[in-house]
């Protein structure tokens, strides 16, 4: 990607995070929601989650065997944002992410307004191992929000338990008021701040 292009996405992140900053707040109808999903994205729920988790487990493995382990700066920020082993971590760098062989999983992100797969989509997170496209990965914010993430799947315990979670905010509120998401923006932020 040219240098400019990749910088205005930068510019155009860290400008929806500080817009993003002040938190959504959830009305009763998307507390309901998430509470209980309903048909509908239960049962999208079931026809994706298998194979999303068997993508971000082998995609997991992947990044643990060859991507590179945090700074000692970096092991700060992690455990300042509540990741519990940040010696695990590890980091690399891809020009494209993992993609599902099922082409409707894709099909039903674009269609849900998803980043997932898109050029919007700069970092990914599964397990201990974070994915950052190669014009962030020098960001300490994108890296921050990643390591969020890490926490919350060593909370889950299971990927599959967090991409359960994960899927059923995104497909009921969305990407900005997913409590996932809004948890990644805030805690990232406040520790950005304090360092
Ligand atoms: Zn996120």
């Given at each position: 990607m040219q240098r400019a292009a990749a910088l205005a996405i930068v510019a155009a992140l860290l400008l929806a995070a500080c817009k993003e900053e002040s938190p959504v707040v959830l009305t009763p109808e998307q507390q309901k929601l998430l509470a209980s999903p309903g048909i509908e994205v239960n049962a999208i729920i079931e026809q994706v989650l298998p194979e999303a988790t068997e993508l971000l487990t082998i995609s997991e493995a992947q990044v643990l065997a060859s991507g590179r382990a945090l700074t000692k700066e970096e092991i700060q920020l992690a455990l300042d944002v509540g990741?519990?082993?940040?010696?695990?971590v590890r980091v690399a760098t891809r020009e494209r992410f993992p993609m599902p062989r099922d082409p409707r999983i894709s099909a039903l992100a674009a269609e849900r307004g998803l980043?997932?797969?898109?050029?919007?989509?700069l970092g990914r997170t599964q397990g201990h191992g974070i994915l950052l496209k190669p014009e962030v990965a020098q960001s300490r914010e994108v890296l921050a929000h990643e390591l969020v993430h890490v926490a919350q799947y060593e909370k889950a315990r299971f990927i599959e338990d967090f991409l359960r979670r994960y899927l059923v905010e995104l497909l009921t509120v969305g990407y900005t008021a997913a409590p996932i998401e809004q948890e990644a923006r805030a805690l990232s932020a406040k520790a950005l701040k304090e360092q």
């Open positions: 990741v519990m082993l940040p010696e695990q980043i997932f797969g898109t050029p919007e989509e």
